[in-house]
């Protein structure tokens, strides 16, 4: 079968810059050359940093000659490995492509074996090498002048040489592959660190949460519990398809939940251990939490929907709540779910003002509220979840 290799490597360019996984990215193109070219066998020693050592990432055969993954790991010492990172030794390689065959000629020259002390062990223990591997080619894979990897090929099922538009075929793809994995693994190490940031960020709002409640002494816990109910209650609506959300939705509703109080740090401790009936100011000064809440986090722009679950968590589904009065479906979905399981948990809990109520007072309270103080659809679950004994 005759193979357009021009479209082989053009085709394996835009699939190299769709894969953002390095292993994937290997395995793309291992299987590509050993289905095309059809080699006994293929594999890519691809360096691994953390190791520092080249390790066999990927080996594919047709012939049965599997490598296992992993199995091979070899020291920036190994004589391969030193070798292809001199580049004085480029004069050695032909065109990029070290071929088994021409190590055979290099050392039957003994002239230039004279003039290069040291090249004939080099060379001798480079084929024991490529032995090793029952590699008749290596081609090695920069990126900005650093050895990545190598890829070394079995023989041709054929039993034919190899062509110079295969090894030029192989060397172009060796330096796109280069490119590719670097791309990949840049992305891959993005991606780890925008996870480890989120997680820091996590940790760092459950910490102030847990401070938060430590303000007031008959709120401990209730932050995350506050937050359990929440997120229990958001994915029965998505599981149910009762709401439509993107994919953003539980990790915002989560932080919301955490943060729903953050505004009380700006009322004083008496106000909210208070054991008396509260004065009207007093009153008020509770009600400013949610804005309180607003302007400190509004600095943070990734926020924006949550800080929508601080600011309206107050809110009634009539309009009687606060602090902006809003009324039904202009309330956030987000702020309606944290609105009932807040005052789920608040009714559920000692407060200085009244003992808590038992779960099922407290359950009949959130029957009563449907369609006045609680948003319908947010209710319903809460007691849907109760019924099923998840609360």
Do not use: W
């Not at 920036?76 to 050695?92: E, G, L, S, V």
């Not at 062990?121 to 590699?135: H, P």
């Not at 958001?234 to 505004?263: C, Y």
């Amino acid at each position: 079968m005759k193979v357009d290799y021009k479209r082989e490597l053009e085709d394996a360019a835009r699939k190299m810059i769709l894969v953002h996984k390095p292993k994937t990215l290997i395995q793309l193109i291992v299987r590509m050359i050993v289905h095309k070219v059809r080699v006994s066998h293929c594999g890519i020693l691809l360096f691994d940093q953390e190791a520092n050592s080249y390790v066999l990432t990927v080996s594919k055969g047709k012939l049965g000659i599997k490598i296992p993954k992993g199995f091979i790991r070899i020291d920036p010492d190994n004589a391969m490995i030193r070798f292809f990172t001199n580049r004085d030794n480029h004069k050695y390689v032909d065109g990029g492509a070290l071929v088994y065959g021409r190590i055979g000629s290099i050392l039957r020259n003994k002239n230039l074996l004279r003039r290069h002390q040291g090249l004939r062990e080099t060379l001798v223990a480079l084929r024991n090498q490529m032995n090793l591997f029952e590699a008749v080619v290596c081609i090695p894979s920069y990126f900005q002048d650093k050895l990545l990897g190598v890829l070394f090929l079995g023989r041709k099922i054929s039993g034919r040489n190899f062509y110079r538009k295969e090894l030029d075929f192989f060397i172009a793809l060796a330096n796109d592959v280069a490119m590719a994995i670097r791309n990949a693994q840049l992305f891959e190490e993005l991606q780890k660190q925008i996870e480890r940031n989120k997680r820091l960020f996590l940790e760092t709002t459950k910490a102030l949460a847990t401070t938060i409640d430590a303000k007031d002494h008959y709120t401990h816990g209730h932050t995350e519990r506050v937050t359990q109910v929440c997120l229990a209650m958001a994915k029965k609506l998505i599981i149910s398809h009762r709401v439509k959300v993107d994919p953003g939705f539980l990790e915002e509703l989560n932080i919301a939940a955490l943060l729903h109080d953050i505004g009380k740090i700006g009322v004083p401790e008496y106000i909210l251990n208070k054991r008396g009936t509260l004065s009207d100011e007093e009153k008020r000064r509770i009600n400013e939490h949610p804005l309180i809440g607003t302007a400190i986090l509004e600095p943070i722009r990734e926020l924006t929907r949550a800080i929508e679950g601080v600011k309206y968590h107050h809110e009634h589904f009539d309009g009687t709540g606060y602090p902006e009065g809003l009324k039904g479906h202009y309330i956030p979905l987000m702020a309606c779910i944290i609105a009932v399981a807040d005052s789920y948990d608040a009714m559920n809990t000692n407060r200085p003002y009244r003992p808590a109520l038992s779960k099922e007072q407290t359950i009949d309270e959130i029957k009563k509220g449907m369609g006045t103080q609680f948003h319908p659809l947010s209710a319903k679950v809460l007691v849907e979840l109760y019924s099923e004994g998840s609360l």
